[in-house]
C-alpha cells in the first residue's frame, strides 16, 4: 500500500510541475515582429518625399490645364473679333453693292486700266525722238506729272463740293495717292533733267523770257514742297502715309502743331498752283501758239 502511495505520489508530482507551464507562456510578452511598422522613422523621408512629388505633379496639372484654357480664352476672342470684322465687312458691302458712286468708282477704274495699256502701246510703237530736243524719258515724266498735278487739283475739288462721307473721303485718298506720286515724279524729273540734253528756248521778248524762267523753276520748288507738306501732315497727324504705309506711332503735342503749320503751307501752296501757276503756264503756251511755235510737240513723247 505504502508503495502504491509513493508510486502514485512521484507520478502526479511531475504533472503538477508541469501544469503551470501555459500559465508561464501566456505571461510572456510577445516577440517583436520582423516586419517593420509603415510608420517607423526610417521610411519617414521617403514618404514626405513622395507626398512633396506628388503634390508637384497636381500643381504642375493645374497650371498646365490653366495655360490650355487661356489659349483656348485668347483663341475664342480672336475667333470673334475676326467673325465682327468679318461681319461689318459684309454689311458695309450690302451697304455700297448698290451704291451709285461704287459702280462710277469701278468704272473709272477700269477706264484708267485701259489708258494705262493703251499708254504702254503708244510709247512701244513711236518714233525715237531726237538727239538735240528733250530725251524721250524726260518728256514721259513731264506728262505725267502733268497729268497727276489736274488730278490732284480735281479730285480735291470735288471732295470740297461732297458731304462727309465714304466718297469724299476716297476723293482725298486719290489726292493724296497723287500727291506721293508727283513727289517721287519730280524727284526722278531732277534726276532726268540733269541727265538730259536741254535744248535752246524760243525766242521772245526779255521780260516774257524772265518769267518763264522764274516760273519753271519755281516749278520744282513748288512740287517739292506741295506734296512734302501734305506728307508731313499726313504723319504728324497720325495717318497713314498713302503708298507707303507708314504711320507715326505717337503723337505728341508738338506733333499736332507741326501738322497744323504743314496743312497751312499746303492749302497756300496749292492754291498757288491753281489760280497762279497753272494759268500762266497756259498763257505762256498761248503766246508762243500766237508765234507758230508748237510747244507741246517740243515735249511731248509721240513725235
Given amino acids: 500500500m505504502r508503495k502504491l502511495l509513493k508510486s502514485s505520489g512521484s507520478n502526479s508530482l511531475p504533472a503538477e510541475a508541469a501544469a503551470p507551464a501555459p500559465m508561464a507562456a501566456e505571461a510572456t510578452p510577445p516577440r517583436p515582429s520582423a516586419r517593420r511598422s509603415i510608420s517607423d522613422s526610417s521610411y519617414g523621408p521617403q514618404i514626405t518625399q513622395l507626398k512633396e512629388q506628388m503634390e508637384q505633379v497636381q500643381l504642375n496639372a493645374i497650371q498646365a490645364q490653366a495655360e490650355v484654357v487661356g489659349q483656348l480664352q485668347s483663341a475664342l476672342r480672336q475667333l470673334e473679333t475676326a467673325t465682327s470684322r468679318l461681319n ?177 503751307i499746303h492749302k497756300k501752296l496749292g492754291q498757288f498752283l491753281e489760280y497762279g501757276w497753272v494759268p500762266f503756264h497756259f498763257l505762256s503756251m498761248a503766246y508762243h501758239y500766237s508765234k507758230g511755235r508748237s510747244v507741246v510737240k517740243k515735249i511731248t513723247p509721240f513725235p
Avoid at 497727276?148 to 475739288?157: D, E, F, L, N, P
Avoid at 485718298?173 to 528756248?201: E, N, Q, T, Y
Fill in 88 to 264: 461689318d465687312l459684309e454689311a458695309t458691302l450690302d451697304d455700297t453693292s448698290a451704291s451709285p458712286y461704287l459702280k462710277t468708282s469701278t468704272a473709272t477704274g477700269a477706264v484708267a486700266v485701259v489708258g494705262v495699256v493703251l499708254y504702254a502701246l503708244k510709247t512701244w510703237n513711236s518714233k525715237p525722238v531726237s538727239k538735240l530736243g528733250y530725251s524721250k524719258s524726260l518728256r514721259h515724266i513731264h506728262l505725267l506729272m502733268g497729268v497727276g498735278a489736274i488730278g490732284g487739283i480735281g479730285t480735291v475739288q470735288l471732295a470740297r463740293n461732297m458731304e462727309p462721307g465714304p466718297e469724299k473721303k476716297q476723293c482725298m485718298d486719290l489726292h493724296k495717292i497723287s500727291g506721293v506720286l508727283m513727289l517721287a515724279g519730280i524727284c526722278l524729273r531732277i534726276v532726268l533733267r540733269f541727265r538730259s540734253i536741254i535744248p535752246g528756248r524760243y525766242p521772245g521778248l526779255r521780260p516774257v523770257q524772265f518769267l518763264e524762267t522764274l516760273s519753271h523753276r519755281g516749278f520744282y520748288l513748288l512740287m517739292l514742297a506741295l506734296p512734302a507738306s501734305g506728307v508731313a501732315y499726313s504723319y504728324c497727324s497720325g495717318q497713314s502715309i498713302p503708298i507707303l504705309g507708314e504711320t507715326k506711332p505717337e503723337i505728341e503735342e508738338e506733333d499736332g502743331q507741326i501738322a497744323e503749320q504743314a496743312i497751312n
